[in-house]
């Protein structure tokens, strides 16, 4: 992996793809932009396919993820896909929670 690259592992399956992300803590700015263009060519690859986005190594992170996942979500339905979070650690649902993003998004 390049350096700057974000951390992330995807697996490409038939029906479904799934990112997980490697890193604590995702919260800073030129990271979440690296994500942000690395997400852009995922969802393009998987079209009307599941993309689960796993939270499993994940304990910290801010506003603008929460931003980017929103955009992530909107591209995915555009495309006819779905999107599923999943690991997300109590701290973090609790950020989700108050957000009220449990209502757009599939928590697991």
Known sequence: MEQGEPKIKVEYGTDVTLVTFTEEALFEEEQIKKLREF????????????????FVNVRFTSSALLG????????VIELGGTLQLSN?????????????LTKVFDIS
């Open 68 to 75: 980017l996942l929103v955009r992530v979500h909107k591209k």
């Open 39 to 54: 997400l852009e060519v995922v969802i393009e690859k998987n079209k009307d396919k599941k993309l689960i986005l796993s």
């Open 88 to 100: 997300v650690d109590k701290s973090l649902r609790m950020v989700f929670e108050i957000t009220q």
